[in-house]
């Protein structure tokens, strides 16, 4: 089955304590994206990557590192996380290629942070 | 970074009613996609529209892009309670593959 997969599902924390959420993806997407998503301000897009070993900030990459290694991986770290990161958080792939822009957004189903 | 705003922001209505949820930006995209958001789940694809005017059906719901691919609507006829979630628009606007969304309108329907 064709799936963006993210672990853990629910994860609280403590300042400063470095956590990684992972995502990985079965559908050999070139383009990555991580979201969060608080109430009111809708999906903020934190860091994306076109290929691999090719990322890039979104609108709300402070506090956040990822990495692409491989093409199926994703994974978000938070070295120092604070409770301001305390949020919902998506992960999400599609085809990149020229001719398939339009195509849509695979997002998993979210990681629950809290951050006390 | 091009915007797009969703009207309105929520929308609690009984079964069998009639709503359109808007989606407007200064800017012009070649291409704009709906999603819904179920809770605990990640947003899914609805539908991608992207010729000016176009419309789409999707069962009880229709798309439309505006002539000036400015702005979309989402209409939903007869809702009923399985339509219920979180409704996102967002753009996609010349070379870039990196969509924008809206904040999302939260539709709530009664029994």
């Known amino acids: 089955e064709a799936q963006v997969t993210q672990n853990p599902r629910y994860l609280i924390t403590v300042t400063g304590k470095k956590l990684t959420v992972t995502c990985s993806q079965n559908?050999?997407?070139?383009?990555m994206s991580w979201y969060r998503q608080d109430p009111g301000l809708g999906l903020r897009q934190i860091y994306y990557?076109?290929?691999?070993?090719?990322?890039d900030k979104g609108d709300v990459p402070e506090g956040y590192k990822v990495s692409r290694k491989e093409k199926r991986n994703f994974p978000l770290i938070l070295e120092s996380p604070s409770p301001n990161q305390t949020s919902l958080y998506f992960c999400?792939?599609?085809?990149?290629?020229?001719?398939?822009?339009?195509?849509?957004?695979?997002f998993g189903n979210g990681t629950r942070l809290t951050v006390t | 970074t091009q915007l797009l705003e969703q009207s309105p922001q929520f929308l609690s209505i009984q079964e069998g009613e009639n709503l359109t949820v808007y989606c407007n930006s200064s800017?012009?995209?070649?291409?704009l996609q709906w999603y819904r958001q179920e809770p605990g789940e990640g947003p899914v694809l609805l539908v991608t529209?992207?010729?000016?005017?176009e419309v789409k059906k999707l069962k009880r719901l229709t798309f439309q892009f505006g002539d000036a691919r400015k702005d979309s609507s989402l209409h939903i006829t007869a809702a009923q309670p399985g339509d219920t979630g979180l409704y996102l628009c967002?753009?996609?606007?010349?070379?870039?593959?990196?969509?924008?969304f809206g904040r999302g309108t939260s539709l709530i329907v009664h029994p």
């Open positions: 999400a792939s599609k085809i990149s290629t020229g001719g398939r822009r339009n195509s849509p957004l695979h």
């Open positions: 559908m050999n997407h070139e383009y």
């Open positions: 990557s076109m290929n691999v070993e090719v990322t």
């Open positions: 800017s012009v995209f070649s291409s």
């Open positions: 529209v992207v010729t000016g005017g």
């Open positions: 967002a753009g996609g606007g010349g070379g870039s593959y990196i969509p924008t």
